[in-house]
C-alpha cells in the first residue's frame, strides 16, 4: 500500500492562498489511486475536505469546503493537490491527504462511505488575522 507524504503548508494571513500537495513517499504515481483530503485542528474533530469518487474519478467537496477549496491532480508528476482560496483564521489545522482502502488494511479513518488509510504526518496550516 503507497505511503503518502503531505506538503505545502505554512504560516499565512487572512486572505491569502496556499496549494498543499500529496505524493508517494516511494515517488510513485499517484494516478491511479482514489485521494481524499482531511484535515484537524486542535480540539476539534477530523473534518473530510474533498475526495476523488472512486466510481467515476469526480471530485466531490464536503459542503464546508465548496468555494474556497480545489482538489486538482497532476497527471505529470503523479501528485495530488489541495489549493485553498480566502484563508480563515478557522482553516488553521492539520492537513492530510489518505488513500481509500479495503477493510483490511490497519487503522483506517470513515469518511463518505470508504474507509481511508496511509496518511502522512500531515501539513500543518496557520492563518492568522
Known amino acids: 500500500q503507497v505511503q503518502l507524504v503531505e506538503s505545502g503548508g505554512g504560516v499565512v494571513q487572512s486572505g491569502e492562498s496556499l496549494t498543499l500537495s500529496c505524493e508517494a513517499s516511494?515517488?510513485?504515481?499517484?494516478?491511479?489511486?482514489?485521494i481524499g483530503w482531511f484535515r484537524q485542528a486542535p480540539g476539534k474533530e477530523r473534518e473530510g475536505i474533498s475526495y476523488?469518487?472512486?466510481?467515476?474519478?469526480?471530485?466531490l467537496y464536503d459542503d464546508s469546503a465548496k468555494g474556497r477549496f480545489t482538489m486538482f491532480r497532476d497527471r505529470n508528476k503523479g501528485t495530488v493537490h489541495l489549493q485553498i482560496r480566502n484563508l480563515r483564521p478557522e482553516d488553521t489545522a492539520l492537513y492530510y491527504c489518505?488513500?481509500?482502502?479495503?477493510?483490511?488494511?490497519?487503522?483506517?479513518?470513515?469518511?463518505?462511505?470508504?474507509?481511508?488509510?496511509?496518511w502522512g504526518q500531515g501539513t500543518q496550516v496557520t492563518v492568522s488575522s
Open positions: 489518505a488513500t481509500e482502502v479495503s477493510p483490511r488494511f490497519g487503522t483506517t479513518w470513515s469518511f463518505w462511505g470508504a474507509l481511508w488509510g496511509s
Open positions: 516511494n515517488g510513485a504515481s499517484l494516478n491511479i489511486y482514489v
Open positions: 476523488i469518487r472512486s466510481s467515476d474519478g469526480n471530485i
